[in-house]
């Protein structure tokens, strides 16, 4: 009796720890998913994401045990025999069991959100290792357990869900509150791509004027904007620097709402985020809420000339051409570079991008606007920081901030960091980090940049590719792949089924170049620590999170 009870307490035991590890993998995945039960459930369906190895042990020891009992009754087989099974099957899951909060590129952030979700998850599921000693003892019952787990975290993650609103209207009217007791100039930014960029630039320019708030790194939904203002905001901020993110329809509507926009930035139109938006035309509108927002306020918004390609921002600006300052290649620029043959929205009126110029210290920018030329620099990498120079430039100036002041401001800028950040290393390599995210434009600046600084050593390449590009997915691989076959002596290239063409384009190029696949980041590293050279110019292009790059084995 005292054995049996024993091994019920160990069995127990395991399984309550099992549990949490593996409570904590699926947290993991749903804290990178926004917390959104659907993208979670898609996710397991889609890498097959449910427990493989513990269920088939479970399975054939099960199997094995029913078949002696049927086949071979007068066999003696101990009662403890199933409980032995299933502890070991545990212990095993247990040691294999990755931490998220340890062994992984982004980790699990133990937020108080993830906290409630956790730990009633984690009870529910401590209560169904209890029914299992209530049924039949064999292995094949705590499979169904198992299998369990997910769905129960997203069951409460579900059931949740009107308390997690309840604290975040609470947190949001507190923001909102904030924000018109203290009466900052806000300027709202976003695009496709682009928008950290542009803030981070013009951030810089206005805290060397006056008391600034930026929303940092890529923080741009609902709750991370609140929870910057209702502990950041302080009465003596002049500007207030909000970069808004558009995860669907309405989404910039609200963040307008929270933080009233006096001005808008509106960086690109792309195919980032393509997959929730199906159409570029919606991609168009949900930015351009922000525009609307800015509007109703009667103030200015700055915007790239591509944007104008789209029915709906051509007609906002027509209807209200004194709102809108256009940036964007000089028209004779423009047909130069152009090779889809699309017309220049630029007007003479507009700010003209003359000249965009590259060295091994950074970026020369020619402009001209209302008759004026302006010659910038910045201690940036990458041509297509030279656009997002321009839209800061003439929220800058239009803000009344003096131009030999921004372009002081300018000199002094800092890196972005992850974002076509150089770095020389003890190693005597060079590194390029644009490891935050990726886009097609973005991509093919980084090339460029690493045939300018790579004439003296090898140029490698290390990317995974880009993601929520839809259906422009294998065809903006291909075109990328060509190049990087043309500029790049190697090319490192992670979970390579993903992007197919890009390998297709990389080898087009005929020049027998050689180009490894790995499975992972830290795959790609190990051989570059073996491999890699004094002079080696090293760009990483794109890294992405854990729930792209791998699938926890379980």
Same mark, same amino acid.
């Given at each position: 009796?005292?054995?049996?009870?024993?091994?019920?307490?160990?069995?127990?035991?395991?399984?309550?720890?099992?549990?949490?590890?593996?409570?904590?993998?699926?947290?993991?995945?749903?804290?990178?998913?926004?917390?959104?039960?659907?993208?979670?459930?898609?996710?397991?369906?889609?890498?097959?994401?449910?427990?493989?190895?513990?269920?088939?042990?479970?399975?054939?020891?099960?199997?094995?045990?029913?078949?002696?009992?049927?086949?071979?009754?007068?066999?003696?087989?101990?009662?403890?025999?199933?409980?032995?099974?299933?502890?070991?099957?545990?212990?095993?899951?247990?040691?294999?069991?990755?931490?998220?909060?340890?062994?992984?590129?982004?980790?699990?952030?133990?937020?108080?959100?993830?906290?409630?979700?956790?730990?009633?998850?984690?009870?529910?599921?401590?209560?169904?290792?209890?029914?299992?000693?209530?049924?039949?003892?064999?292995?094949?019952?705590?499979?169904?357990?198992?299998?369990?787990?997910?769905?129960?975290?997203?069951?409460?993650?579900?059931?949740?869900?009107?308390?997690?609103?309840?604290?975040?209207?609470?947190?949001?009217?507190?923001?909102?509150?904030?924000?018109?007791?203290?009466?900052?100039?806000?300027?709202?930014?976003?695009?496709?791509?682009?928008?950290?960029?542009?803030?981070?630039?013009?951030?810089?320019?206005?805290?060397?004027?006056?008391?600034?708030?930026?929303?940092?790194?890529?923080?741009?939904?609902?709750?991370?904007?609140?929870?910057?203002?209702?502990?950041?905001?302080?009465?003596?901020?002049?500007?207030?620097?909000?970069?808004?993110?558009?995860?669907?329809?309405?989404?910039?509507?609200?963040?307008?709402?929270?933080?009233?926009?006096?001005?808008?930035?509106?960086?690109?139109?792309?195919?980032?985020?393509?997959?929730?938006?199906?159409?570029?035309?919606?991609?168009?509108?949900?930015?351009?809420?922000?525009?609307?927002?800015?509007?109703?306020?009667?103030?200015?918004?700055?915007?790239?000339?591509?944007?104008?390609?789209?029915?709906?921002?051509?007609?906002?600006?027509?209807?209200?051409?004194?709102?809108?300052?256009?940036?964007?290649?000089?028209?004779?620029?423009?047909?130069?570079? /152009? *090779?889809? &043959? !699309?017309?220049?929205?630029?007007?003479?009126?507009?700010?003209?991008? $003359?000249? #965009?110029?590259?060295?091994? @210290?950074?970026?020369?920018?020619?402009?001209?606007?209302?008759?004026?030329?302006?010659?910038?620099?910045?201690?940036?990498?990458?041509?297509?920081?030279?656009?997002?120079?321009?839209?800061?430039?003439?929220?800058?100036?239009?803000?009344?901030?003096?131009?030999?002041?921004?372009?002081?401001?300018?000199?002094?800028?800092?890196?972005?960091?992850?974002?076509?950040?150089?770095?020389?290393?003890?190693?005597?390599?060079?590194?390029?980090?644009?490891?935050?995210?990726?886009?097609?434009?973005?991509?093919?600046?980084?090339?460029?940049?690493?045939?300018?600084?790579?004439?003296?050593?090898?140029?490698?390449?290390?990317?995974?590719?880009?993601?929520?590009?839809?259906?422009?997915? /294998? *065809?903006? &691989? !291909?075109?990328?792949?060509?190049?990087?076959?043309?500029?790049?002596? $190697?090319? #490192?290239?992670?979970?390579? @089924?993903?992007?197919?063409?890009?390998?297709?384009?990389?080898?087009?190029?005929?020049?027998?170049?050689?180009?490894?696949?790995?499975?992972?980041?830290?795959?790609?590293?190990?051989?570059?620590?073996?491999?890699?050279?004094?002079?080696?110019?090293?760009?990483?292009?794109?890294?992405?999170?854990?729930?792209?790059?791998?699938?926890?084995?379980?």
């Amino acid at each position: 009796m005292i054995v049996d009870m024993t091994s019920l307490i160990l069995v127990y035991a395991a399984w309550l720890i099992f549990s949490a590890k593996r409570l904590l993998t699926y947290t993991h995945v749903l804290q990178q998913e926004d917390y959104d039960d659907l993208r979670l459930f898609k996710w397991i369906g889609d890498n097959f994401a449910f427990d493989k190895r513990l269920s088939l042990f479970l399975l054939v020891t099960g199997s094995g045990l029913f078949a002696l009992s049927k086949f071979m009754p007068r066999l003696f087989v101990p009662e403890l025999v199933p409980h032995f099974l299933v502890f070991t099957g545990l212990a095993v899951a247990i040691y294999r069991e990755k931490d998220p909060r340890k062994n992984s590129k982004k980790k699990l952030v133990a937020t108080t959100r993830a906290k409630r979700i956790f730990f009633p998850a984690l009870a529910l599921v401590a209560l169904s290792g209890l029914w299992c000693f209530h049924v039949p003892d064999h292995p094949w019952i705590w499979i169904f357990n198992v299998q369990l787990i997910p769905l129960i975290l997203i069951i409460v993650n579900l059931l949740l869900q009107p308390f997690e609103h309840g604290i975040q209207k609470r947190y949001w009217n507190e923001a909102h509150q904030k924000v018109k007791a203290y009466e900052p100039t806000i300027i709202g930014i976003t695009g496709s791509f682009g928008k950290t960029s542009v803030k981070h630039i013009l951030g810089h320019i206005l805290k060397t004027q006056a008391p600034t708030l930026i929303t940092p790194g890529s923080v741009n939904t609902p709750m991370g904007i609140t929870r910057i203002v209702r502990e950041q905001l302080e009465e003596n901020h002049r500007y207030l620097v909000v970069e808004m993110g558009a995860y669907g329809p309405g989404s910039i509507e609200r963040l307008c709402t929270l933080t009233p926009p006096d001005m808008g930035i509106i960086t690109a139109i792309g195919h980032a985020h393509y997959e929730r938006f199906k159409t570029l035309e919606s991609v168009a509108k949900a930015k351009f809420e922000l525009a609307e927002a800015v509007l109703e306020k009667d103030g200015m918004v700055i915007i790239h000339e591509r944007t104008l390609r789209f029915p709906i921002p051509e007609k906002l600006k027509d209807d209200h051409p004194s709102n809108f300052i256009v940036c964007g290649d000089a028209p004779d620029i423009f047909s130069k570079a /152009n *090779d889809d &043959h !699309e017309i220049s929205h630029i007007a003479s009126d507009d700010l003209h991008i $003359i000249s #965009i110029k590259q060295s091994t @210290k950074g970026l020369g920018v020619d402009l001209r606007w209302k008759g004026e030329s302006y010659s910038l620099f910045l201690p940036l990498f990458g041509v297509h920081h030279g656009h997002n120079a321009a839209l800061a430039f003439a929220a800058a100036m239009e803000l009344g901030i003096p131009a030999d002041k921004i372009k002081t401001a300018l000199r002094s800028l800092p890196q972005i960091e992850h974002r076509l950040e150089v770095r020389k290393q003890p190693d005597g390599t060079t590194l390029i980090d644009d490891a935050f995210n990726s886009n097609p434009i973005g991509f093919n600046s980084a090339l460029g940049l690493l045939a300018t600084l790579g004439r003296q050593g090898r140029k490698i390449l290390i990317t995974p590719g880009m993601i929520e590009l839809g259906h422009a997915h /294998n *065809d903006a &691989h !291909e075109k990328i792949g060509s190049y990087a076959g043309e500029v790049c002596d $190697i090319a #490192i290239v992670i979970h390579g @089924k993903r992007i197919p063409t890009f390998i297709q384009g990389f080898k087009s190029t005929g020049s027998g170049k050689p180009l490894h696949e790995f499975a992972s980041f830290q795959d790609a590293q190990g051989w570059l620590r073996e491999n890699k050279q004094d002079g080696d110019i090293i760009l990483i292009e794109n890294d992405l999170p854990d729930i792209y790059e791998r699938v926890p084995k379980i």
